[in-house]
């Protein structure tokens, strides 16, 4: 089992920047890749980024490229998104995913959530 917990939305401004964190307990050597995903109200879940445990290899979205940076610290079991430049419609509740066995985009292949951190831009 795995545990997430994720923490450091707010309110900020159009343009202004926000860093989300994820601390993970329990089995997290076993993690392969952690990710980051969001959901707005009456949207779908939507992939943001991605990063692989070992290696530290990334995947963004496309919407997200330039502007936010997935980083991980695996002494400290911790995943951070850093975001810059937000915008009104990245309003939403994000999510940190832990998958076993899978470096991938789509939720279904994450084993472990946390319970979501809310994020708003204003305009």
């Known amino acids: 089992q795995v545990q997430l917990e994720d923490s450091g939305g707010g309110v900020v401004q159009a343009g202004g920047s926000l860093r989300l964190s994820c601390a993970a307990s329990g089995r997290t050597l076993s993690i392969y890749a952690m990710g980051w995903f969001r959901q707005a109200p009456g949207q779908e879940r939507e992939f943001v980024a991605t990063i692989k445990r070992s290696a530290g290899t990334t995947i963004y979205a496309d919407s997200v490229k330039g502007r936010f940076t997935i980083s991980r610290d695996n002494a400290k079991n911790m995943v951070y998104l850093q975001m810059n430049s937000l915008k009104p419609e990245e309003t939403a509740v994000y999510y940190c995913?832990?998958?076993?066995?899978?470096?991938?985009?789509?939720?279904?292949?994450?084993?472990?959530w946390g319970q979501g951190t809310q994020v708003t831009v204003s305009s």
């Open positions: 995913a832990a998958s076993m066995s899978a470096w991938s985009m789509t939720s279904w292949q994450y084993d472990y």
